[in-house]
């Protein structure tokens, strides 16, 4: 996707001439902090300044000039300068190896490798003979010419021998452009743990040299790397910072490659408008630089988003200009890409025909893109349960999981992890429609099952060890639900058809849902209205009504009332607090927390181990920390924070229980107090979740004398240090988190709780208000103190406030809490 600008330095160090030689110096400053257009402008001034009254000088500027171009994608420019009637260069020396390589590399891009090699052959024969100080550079531009080529394990030893050149030389911007270019190529060879450890290292040297060429690149890079990783909301981030990084700079190729892998994040997250159009632009301008691998991979790019839109002459048409164009480029595996679209396009066009022989000529050569593997298994799964051949259907359907779990077991790093699973979600959900449609309902819910959850599972050591993970292995959901005494429903939201499965401990039943799409309009619409302080029950409000009988309403024969109901959601699903719907009843309408006792949970595997309600005996009961001081945090002081404490307080003996507050509630202080003793865990303080970085959320506590900055329990910090606890409440704004993973879940505070090991954690779905929480919360703790589970206890809370007379009846005040069951 993201081909690197060449990061060549300048070669020709002398200083004989005082005026000449600053002036270039000042060029070559402009030209490394990325001030390219002013810098292209100076040099092509000083090249005719000393064309006629030094020519050494000229030729320096001329070789800086074409490098400043080469940045900037303008390849004919470079040859065309470089070649100029009338400009002889010598026959060894730097400025040879110079002209060689940039040459070598402007002729690469432009598909001309003949030629492309014999100049650089040349540049290495000259440098090696004279062991020149621009070996390094020579080096790179061999790396990222076999980068253009799909030669990615020589353009990495390149590299390497660059870099180490580079440090040698302790030359930071030849080793930042070496970083860049190693994080690339590990991204593009999916071993995304190294990816983001060099190009972090690569950004963090380009910042400490003020090299924004450098900077922009990394970022490109970055957003490329958690675009394969699945996280698209930070790909998309990462690439618009990297294009605005572009436009200041004047780097165009940069700008088509940033705006390019915009339109591939769009696309994933589903705004298909938006990435038509980067995808347009971005093609426009790499027409407009005869840039071949970006001409290929934007023209693939259409292709398949075209095939998706059935539009299938058109994406024949992007997929052949896109093979024309990488085979022109010599970078075959790429290549392979447009191979499995016209592959697709076989499929539909020619009722099969072809598609099968196709589809297996391109896995075979795929060995090497694992991610693309599975795709072509999932399509052949695809092909074959489309032609009724069932049996292999489900071996490629098998085939295609395995090969996306092996490379997920790659990704060692759990933040990393996270998004991951939303390269397999259509793998998962394919194998299901396929069991669904071949009467196997309940594997295909035991798969579904299997594939939520991973990363928590795996850190409280329930994953499944299998790769893949097998349904039949999977849990006895009916033995479950009986274990419980519950009805557990869970959702699966699909592009084309969602499914609810109900279970109890007497059956398992399948309903069909409507699209995704259509869900998460009415679901988006409701949360709304909540916000806004509507009475969704004196309103009789609509949409709360047919989310009930879409979402509920199917099952409700199998959820008696007094029913406890755990639910798993999908999607938008993380987003809706299901107690506030409203079920018709027998006289009028009510909320359905009146009915029923709900929790949220992240898969039935987890519920298969939610452990006994009980704490383990000797720990302490209550570690409460919070009322911090708000001074120098940017936060105000929460009026009713010593309201809240000393309500929840006096439902515990003194001896039983710590309290932190005030100016002792810092961030250190939970650790400090050993939370794994303790049977309650309680904060009361503001909270922060990012949307962007989920373990960036936060609980808001009092700034350290000696560290004023550091006032933030993150959640990452959080997942450090294991709990026994039988609850752990986060009386703060927005603990339950803004971002919902595929397969994972709302990820925040609360997942960091539950990932620590708490069985049980309360979190909020939105703002909470400061005044109605504290009456909430001294409910919690007489009904938790009367001997009631969590969840009981937390309903009963809220029924309180539901039965109010005043304003606190509204969902916006009690509907914020959601209780998540752990193991």
């Not at 404490?645 to 006096?650: A, L, P, Q, V, Y």
């Amino acid at each position: 996707m993201v081909l690197l600008a060449a990061a060549i330095l300048a070669g020709c160090r002398s200083s004989e001439v005082a005026d000449p030689a600053t002036t270039w110096q000042n060029i070559r400053t402009d030209f490394l902090h990325g001030n390219l257009k002013v810098a292209g402008q100076k040099a092509d001034e000083a090249l005719r300044e000393y064309s006629v009254s030094n020519p050494d000088w000229a030729m320096r500027f001329r070789l800086l000039e074409a490098e400043i171009l080469m940045y900037q994608g303008y390849r004919p420019e470079v040859i065309a300068l470089l070649n100029s009637p009338g400009v002889s260069y010598p026959a060894s020396g730097d400025a040879a190896i110079k002209r060689d390589y940039l040459c070598g590399l402007a002729h690469a891009g432009l598909g001309q490798a003949q030629q492309a090699d014999l100049e650089l052959q040349q540049a290495r024969r000259l440098s090696n003979a004279s062991n020149s100080q621009l070996n390094g550079e020579v080096l790179q531009t061999e790396a990222l010419v076999q980068i253009d080529r799909g030669h990615l394990t020589e353009a990495e030893d390149l590299s390497r021998q660059s870099l180490k050149i580079a440090r040698a030389q302790r030359d930071s911007f030849l080793e930042a452009t070496d970083l860049t270019n190693l994080g690339f190529l590990a991204s593009t060879q999916q071993h995304y743990d190294e990816a983001v450890a060099l190009l972090n290292q690569a950004a963090d040297s380009a910042t400490t040299i003020q090299a924004r060429l450098i900077t922009q690149i990394s970022l490109e890079n970055m957003g490329k790397a958690y675009y394969d990783l699945g996280d698209f909301d930070k790909a998309l981030s990462g690439f618009k910072q990297a294009e605005e990084v572009g436009m200041q700079i004047g780097l165009t190729s940069a700008q088509v490659d940033s705006v390019w892998g915009a339109g591939s994040a769009y696309y994933k997250l589903g705004n298909l408008e938006a990435a038509t159009k980067c995808f347009q632009e971005a093609l426009k301008g790499a027409l407009s630089l005869h840039s071949l691998n970006e001409i290929a991979g934007i023209n693939m790019e259409l292709a398949y988003l075209l095939y998706q839109e059935r539009q299938f002459d058109a994406a024949r048409t992007h997929s052949e200009e896109a093979v024309r164009a990488y085979r022109i480029s010599g970078d075959k595996e790429a290549e392979l890409d447009p191979l499995f679209v016209q592959a697709l396009l076989a499929a539909q066009q020619t009722k099969g025909r072809d598609a099968e022989r196709m589809l297996i000529q391109v896995h075979g050569q795929a060995a090497e893109s694992p991610s693309l593997r599975w795709e072509i298994e999932d399509a052949l799964a695809n092909l074959y349960a489309g032609k009724k051949q069932t049996r292999q259907a489900d071996l490629w359907y098998r085939k295609s999981i395995r090969t996306f779990e092996d490379q997920r077991a790659a990704v060692k790093d759990v933040e990393l992890r996270l998004p991951f699973f939303a390269n397999g979600d259509t793998l998962y959900r394919d194998y299901a429609d396929f069991l669904i449609a071949s009467q196997k309902q309940q594997q295909a819910l035991q798969l579904l099952d299997v594939g939520r959850a991973r990363t928590l599972a795996e850190a409280l050591g329930q994953a499944n060890e299998e790769s893949p993970p097998r349904p039949e292995l999977a849990v006895d959901v009916q033995t479950v639900a009986h274990r419980l005494n519950a009805t557990i429903l869970f959702y699966s939201l699909g592009s084309e058809k969602s499914y609810l499965w109900a279970i109890t401990a007497h059956g398992v039943r399948l309903f069909p849902l409507p699209a995704r799409a259509e869900i998460e309009a009415h679901v988006q619409v409701y949360k709304k209205a909540i916000l806004r302080s509507s009475d969704p029950l004196r309103e009789a409000n609509e949409t709360a009504q047919g989310l009930y009988e879409t979402l509920v309403s199917p099952a409700a024969s199998m959820i008696p009332k007094g029913s406890r109901v755990f639910i798993i959601p999908d999607g938008v699903l993380n987003e809706l607090n299901f107690e506030t719907l409203l079920t018709p009843g027998t006289n009028s309408p009510h909320y359905w927390i009146e009915d029923v006792t709900v929790s949220n949970a992240n898969s039935i595997r987890m519920l298969s181990r939610l452990d006994s309600d009980s704490s383990p005996e000797g720990t302490k009961q209550l570690l409460l920390i919070g009322n911090p001081t708000a001074a120098g945090t940017g936060y105000d002081s929460l009026v009713n924070a010593f309201a809240e404490i000393r309500g929840i307080e006096k439902h515990f003996p003194a001896k039983s229980m710590t309290a932190v507050t005030q100016s002792a509630a810092v961030p250190a202080a939970y650790a400090e107090n050993k939370p794994d003793q303790f049977s309650y865990i309680h904060f009361v303080a503001h909270g922060t979740a990012s949307r962007l970085d989920p373990l960036d959320s936060a609980v808001v506590l009092s700034p350290p004398p000696q560290d004023p900055d550091n006032f933030k329990l993150y959640a990452r910090d959080i997942m450090r240090y294991p709990l026994h606890a039988r609850l752990v409440t986060i009386s703060a704004c927005y603990g339950s988190g803004l971002r919902a993973y595929a397969g994972e879940g709302l990820v925040g505070l609360s997942w960091a709780f539950l990932r620590a090991g708490s069985h049980n954690v309360i979190g909020a779905l939105w703002e909470i208000n400061d005044a109605s929480t504290p009456l909430l919360m001294d409910r919690l703790y007489a009904e938790l103190q009367a001997g009631n589970r969590p969840d009981a206890a937390l309903r009963a809370a809220k029924l309180s406030l539901i039965d109010s007379p005043g304003v606190y009846r509204k969902p916006l005040y009690w509907g914020g809490f959601q209780l998540y069951a752990g193991s």
